[in-house]
């Protein structure tokens, strides 16, 4: 069975509680439960890591790639728009990533507009709240 590893970055350990009008009411347990229900659909087996630390993000990219991850889902929330060690670390396994952005980041503050790991990624879903990790899910299970 093919690996999908779902990689979050800082503060979204704090969705369901942090700024609800921009990201909803739902948990990052309850976003795991509906991408682990589409993967079970799909026929992948789906893990996930979340740390508000870039350097964990990092080992952890390298980790899975050397245990067999076919391929990454990406939420790197801040570090997504400053972070070339995040999109180095992508680039040094080889293998394909799409990130997601629970909000639509060229609707959001100058500064969210760009993002410095996309350019790692084979393609970058913005805007599609939880439903976007299902669409970045399907088109990586399509690659992989």
């Known amino acids: 069975m093919k690996k999908i590893a779902v990689l979050h970055g800082p503060n979204l350990n704090r ?3 942090r700024e609800p009008a921009i990201y909803g009411h739902a948990t ?3 976003l795991e439960q509906l991408i682990r229900d589409e993967g079970r ?20 990219i390298h980790a899975l790639a050397d245990r067999g991850t076919a391929g990454f889902i990406v ?8 972070s070339i060690a995040l999109h180095d670390a992508l680039k040094s396994v080889s293998l394909p990533a799409i990130e997601v952005h629970i909000s639509d980041i060229k609707q959001r503050e100058k500064f969210r507009r760009t993002s410095m790991t996309a350019g790692a990624c084979v393609a ?3 805007g599609q709240g939880f439903p976007g990790y299902l669409v970045a899910l399907r ?3 399509g690659q992989v």
């Open 139 to 141: 088109q990586l299970v």
């Open 41 to 60: 659909k799909l026929g992948v087996s789906v893990s996930f890591f979340q740390s508000n630390h870039e350097g964990a993000l990092i080992d952890k």
């Open 28 to 30: 990052l347990k309850d």
């Open 15 to 17: 969705l369901g509680q």
């Open 75 to 82: 939420n790197f929330g801040a570090y997504s728009h400053t």
């Open 124 to 126: 970058m879903i913005s």
